[in-house]
């Protein structure tokens, strides 16, 4: 290719406009890492391990690396990266943050009812749910196979028991990065708002930006100033919400969204231009706060998954973790 031909290529790959990707694969990382290695000790040792450590901080990243890979999938997937929140708290003018409807067959109907649906307005609070859920009910079957299998005293069944608590403990990690990146994207203010890449077209009296400042900020902006040690240094003590998982999501994502003013305020003032402290500061304590609540989920989980049921027939957790029933069939499968 000549110079003329591949700076005409350039020049048509720059104008096509790309997905956003909250943090990029830098901040990412670093939300997944640092929730990992802050994570209580009493949670499983094979959570704290450094490989464990490492591969969430890299399947943090597969939401988004999963894009693109066709019109169902990304069409289906992309909306639960984002909610539209607008200044009033509510969901382009649908539901409220606060008060979220109890399923996502719910929420499209409430928003339907305002002129909206799902795929427009994002269904992030859902992805973060769901993944927590999932990740519940994946550390159940592990605390159920950890203390079945020394039980167990047929050497067919314990080696199985053995090799599915192996596959769980990989499940576990699969299941933490994608929901390390969906809380990750919660604490990214632009994933939080309806002026997710510039003011957009609501008033606008302090004139803010109405340029395409997402990407700029999450990725190049972050990659170049915010580092690991200044992340953990900002990260906060953990917290136990003692609330129903819905709404301390909802409490979470209200947060972020209460970011968003001073986003553009910090953006009018040149927070964001070059190497500026101020801009600095603001990402590295929003990429903290992901890893924080990150770190706070999993905990949270780990100690949901002691009271729940597992399997087919389904076992109490409690029940087979003491011996007062053997798991092998709920964990097998009697089908």
């Known amino acids: 290719m000549t110079l003329k031909p591949l700076r005409l290529a350039l020049l048509l790959l720059a104008a096509v406009p790309a997905p956003a990707f909250a943090w990029g694969g830098a ?13 209580p000790p009493a949670l499983p040792a094979f959570l704290r391990a450094p490989a464990a450590v490492a591969a969430v901080g890299e399947l943090s990243r597969e939401p988004d690396r999963s894009k693109g890979s066709g019109k169902i999938h990304d069409s289906n997937r992309d909306p639960g990266h984002f909610v539209d929140l607008e200044d009033d708290g509510r969901i382009l003018g649908g539901p409220a943050l606060a008060a979220l409807p109890p399923t996502r067959a719910d929420y499209e109907t409430a928003l339907r009812a305002a002129g909206q649906d799902s795929w427009k307005a994002g ?22 196979e950890a203390a079945a299998e020394p039980r167990e005293k047929n050497r ?18 699969l299941t933490i990065g994608f929901l390390s990146h969906f809380v990750g994207d919660g604490a990214q203010p632009l994933h939080v708002t309806a002026h997710y890449n510039g003011w957009g077209d609501y008033p606008n009296p302090q004139g803010y930006s109405t340029a395409k400042v997402h990407g700029p900020f999450e990725e190049a902006f972050v990659f170049a100033n915010v580092h690991t040690p200044a992340v953990r240094a900002k990260m906060t003590p953990f917290r136990a919400c003692g609330c ?30 070059n190497a500026d402290p101020r801009g600095a500061a603001f990402a590295t304590v929003r990429v903290a706060a992901g890893a924080s609540e990150l770190r706070d989920l999993i905990a949270e989980a780990w100690s949901a998954s002691a009271g ?28």
């Open 308 to 335: 729940v049921k597992i399997g087919w027939p389904a076992v109490a957790v409690p029940d087979a973790v003491s011996g007062k029933v053997d798991p092998y069939e709920a964990l097998y499968g009697r089908n």
């Open 27 to 39: 901040g990412h990382r670093m939300v997944g890492e640092e929730a990992m290695r802050a994570l």
């Open 123 to 144: 269904y992030l609070p859902y992805s973060i749910v769901d993944q927590f859920q999932q990740l519940t009910t994946d550390l159940a079957y592990w605390r159920v």
């Open 156 to 173: 067919a069944r314990r080696a199985w028991m053995r090799a599915d608590r192996l596959r769980r403990e990989q499940q576990v990690l």
């Open 244 to 273: 129903a998982i819905e709404k301390r999501v909802a409490d979470y994502l209200a947060v972020a969204g209460g970011q968003v003013v001073p986003f553009y305020e910090l953006e009018k003032a040149g927070g964001f231009a």
